[in-house]
């Protein structure tokens, strides 16, 4: 049966309209701060655009809805579009995650080829889950140390035992197939980096 993802979420203290515009300044505030202290932010930043331009397209196509449904059925879907963006998603898995961001650039690589061998199509209700499984096989594959599959449980917001069976689902989707070569990944890596900002 498929869960929710769960994240904890601040709830708004009633009041008068100055106290609740007060309490949005200073959650604005410290939402700055966080961020302006997160590592890889400008990769994110494009991964979240990549992502979310994928998304948007996979919707305008005409059986779109056919889509939701037949992805319904498979494990990486939730029940409900998580009330998590997903660059507030990618922030929060790099403030507790602590990746690299050749490890996020092999992520993007790891999902374009999930999407290439298999029958997933992206939507707003699975991102979230192949996303994060994409970010831990990268770390797995590329990183020397990583943390417990229960610290990576409270990260994703899913269950220990949903999180490795998800990893399991994925890799058996790309056939094993985690080795990336250079060439293909300077491809993506020049994409992600040189994809203009909000800003620009």
């Known amino acids: 049966m498929k869960k929710e993802t769960s994240f904890d979420s ?9 106290v609740q515009n007060n309490q949005k300044i200073e959650h604005q505030k ?4 966080i961020t302006e202290t997160i590592p890889n932010l400008d990769i994110l930043k494009s991964i979240t655009k990549t992502i979310i331009s994928v998304l948007e397209d996979n919707k305008k196509l005409g059986n779109y ?3 939701i449904i037949s992805q319904s059925k498979m494990e990486f879907s939730s029940k409900n579009i998580p009330s998590i963006s997903i660059e507030s998603y990618l922030i929060r898995i790099q403030k507790y995650g602590k990746m690299e961001g050749n490890t996020l650039i092999s992520s993007l690589i790891y ?3 999930l999407c290439n061998m298999s029958k997933i199509k992206l939507t707003y209700y699975n991102i979230h889950r192949i996303l994060f499984i994409a970010i831990l096989l990268s770390i797995k ?5 990583y943390f417990q599959y229960k610290y990576y449980a409270l990260i994703a917001g899913v ?3 949903e999180l490795k069976f998800l990893e399991y689902i994925f890799i058996a989707l790309l056939d094993f197939r985690l080795f990336i070569n250079n060439d293909i990944f300077e491809k993506y890596n020049k994409y ?4 203009p900002s909000e800003e620009d």
């Open 159 to 161: 269950k220990e035992k």
């Open 111 to 113: 999902i374009d080829r």
């Open 10 to 18: 601040e709830e708004e203290n009633s009041g008068n309209e100055e």
């Open 30 to 33: 410290r939402k700055e701060e």
């Open 192 to 195: 992600v980096l040189n994809l």
């Open 141 to 145: 594959y590329n990183e020397d140390n």
């Open 65 to 67: 809805k056919e889509i």
